[in-house]
């Protein structure tokens, strides 16, 4: 027996104006911010905008070849970044905002690091 693939969160995704949206709720909130836009409540909206909350770290190691000795840079640990589902301007204020359905722990600890290293509040919806 085959069950058809779905979304581990059971959000089904949607498309409006050529966009796939991962659900309908943030579909949904698009459209509301480009009506917005349309009126001039907001500018400048963006969609999927990357913040970097760490940065990778890498560690030089020498590497024994044949005829010399090369320095390589191996990656010890990745970078952390959020991913802000739409970002634009209201009233001269820059609002970060993520539509979520469920509230996980890597979320919520990268909320509060985005407010302690980047003094930037998430408005979630």
Known sequence: MRFPAHNKYHASKVTFDGITFDSKKEGLYYLKL??????GEISDLRMQVPYELLPAIYRDEVV???????????????????????????????????????????????KKMMLALK???????
């Open 34 to 39: 480009r009506d917005m836009l349309r009126r």
């Open 64 to 110: 024994h070849l044949k005829t010399k000795d090369k320095t390589v840079s191996r990656l010890v640990q990745r970078a952390v970044n959020y991913v802000a589902d739409f970002v634009y301007i209201q009233d001269g204020k820059e609002m970060v905002v993520d539509t979520k359905g469920m509230r996980l722990p890597d979320y919520i600890l990268k």
């Open 119 to 125: 003094g930037i509040e998430i408005t979630e919806i």
